[in-house]
């Protein structure tokens, strides 16, 4: 039977950093095939959990075990309502996408249980829309009694931006901090190897990640905001991170909150738009070159731009001075559901705002390119093929 082992390791301090890792140990039919070293790093005054805590191993490690269908085995503690949460994490990916994930058993050498949550809030914070939108939001008390205290923000190094790229990442970091001081919330760094060692898709892996690299703030806070990436309204399944399934990735101890589902990309924009710190250091761009500023070319980086125009602002000084958008709109067709959907809910807010441009008839184009593309790669569509080719293979009649 091939089975993923977890072998927690011993808290290392370096300078002024402190280190947390673990061994992964790929075994097929018991003997080892593959081994690696998972750690994160962060700063020596963040107080780490014991080094037997193996939840924020889990976490990032789930998804290459249900890829790989190896059973876990953790030779350390889990905590039990987080194991609880996992089992029916693992049906749902399963339910999705049978054809990628199987669901695996987890044993585990200690069953922990949970201690009463921190106060406090922390919350990825990249300097993208959703992070942005989030933190504006909860330090404006603009969510009634669901606002959250944040208590700090974490950068993660390792994540878009890889680790041999320390330049762009401090330049990042120094300028996130920058934006976050000036509603009064600290910003913390924390480095993890995750994404050289894993298998995992990253479109579908990306949350329990990110979770998993935040859980080890769980001695100072007690809760996880995670910025929604699609709304209620539009919602792209399977992805990575949604309200289905991100609430399934805590536990007793350390909460999970999807937030901001009920705005549409164009609305989160328009309500920190006035935020002239934010938005003059908003930073959404990842196809680049570079990877601590906005190209102003690529896809997000030209939808970003419209979101503004969908609500009436001018476009800020982050992104390059582009004085031929609409040319660029012509050359765009959405890769995927997601991205069509962004943008049908930029052309939707437009034109419910009296927004009455140019553009708006090149945005409703380039949904229509793309909805024949999208379709081709739908569930549904994806079955067809999958039929024609089991047709032609056995020279049966399948119906659907």
């Given amino acids: 039977m091939d089975s993923l082992l977890i072998e927690p390791l011993s808290l290392e301090k370096k300078d002024d950093q402190i280190i947390r890792a673990c061994h992964v140990i790929r075994l097929n039919n018991g003997k080892e095939v593959n081994r690696n070293k998972l750690w994160f790093q962060f700063a020596s005054h963040i107080q780490p959990s014991n080094a037997e ?22 030779n350390g503690s889990v905590s039990k309502s987080l194991l609880s949460n996992l089992t029916e994490y693992q049906r749902a990916w399963h339910m999705w996408r049978p ?15 949970d201690i009463a949550k921190v106060d406090g809030a922390v919350c990825a914070f990249s300097g993208g829309a959703d992070s942005m939108f989030t933190v504006w939001q909860h330090t404006q008390k603009q969510n009634s009694y669901r606002t959250q205290n944040i208590k700090l923000c974490s950068l993660i190094h390792g994540f878009d931006i890889p680790l041999t ?12 901090s920058r934006v976050l001081a000036d509603i009064n919330i600290p910003l ?11 298998k995992a898709n990253w479109g579908f892996a990306h949350a329990s990640a990110l979770i998993g690299v935040l859980a080890n703030f769980k001695q100072q806070v007690g809760t996880r905001l995670i910025g929604s990436s699609y709304p209620y309204s539009y919602l792209h399944i399977p992805w990575g991170s949604s309200p289905i399934t991100d609430h399934l990735l805590a536990s007793e101890q350390f909460h999970v909150i999807h937030d901001g589902a009920s705005y549409t990309r164009t609305e989160k924009i328009n309500a920190f738009a006035n935020w002239q710190v934010g938005v003059n250091n908003l930073r959404v761009c990842w196809e680049g070159d570079i990877k601590d500023k906005n190209c102003g070319r690529c896809e997000k980086c030209i939808r970003t731009q419209f979101n503004f125009l969908a609500c009436g602002h001018a476009i800020p000084h982050c992104f390059p001075e582009n004085n031929n958008l609409i040319a660029a709109l012509k050359k765009i067709t959405p890769k ?5 959907s962004d943008w049908q809910q930029i052309y939707d807010y437009a034109s419910a705002h009296g927004i009455n441009e ?15 593309r999208i379709f081709s790669f739908s569930r549904y569509g994806y079955i ?5 080719a089991l047709r032609k293979k056995k020279k049966v009649k399948v119906t659907v």
């Fill in 99 to 113: 054809d990628l994930y199987t669901v695996v058993d987890i044993e585990v050498k200690e069953l922990r249980k």
């Fill in 53 to 74: 805590d193996c939840d924020s191993y889990i976490l990032c490690l789930l998804m290459d075990a249900m890829t790989e269908g190896r059973a876990v085995t953790v």
């Fill in 188 to 198: 913390e760094a924390i480095k993890t190897n995750y994404r050289e060692i894993t």
């Fill in 165 to 176: 790229d320390t330049a762009a990442f401090n330049a990042v970091f120094n300028r996130s």
């Fill in 384 to 388: 067809r093929v999958k039929l024609r």
């Fill in 358 to 372: 140019r553009w708006l008839a090149e945005v409703k184009k380039l949904i229509r390119r793309g909805q024949p």
């Fill in 336 to 340: 995927h559901s997601g991205i069509l």
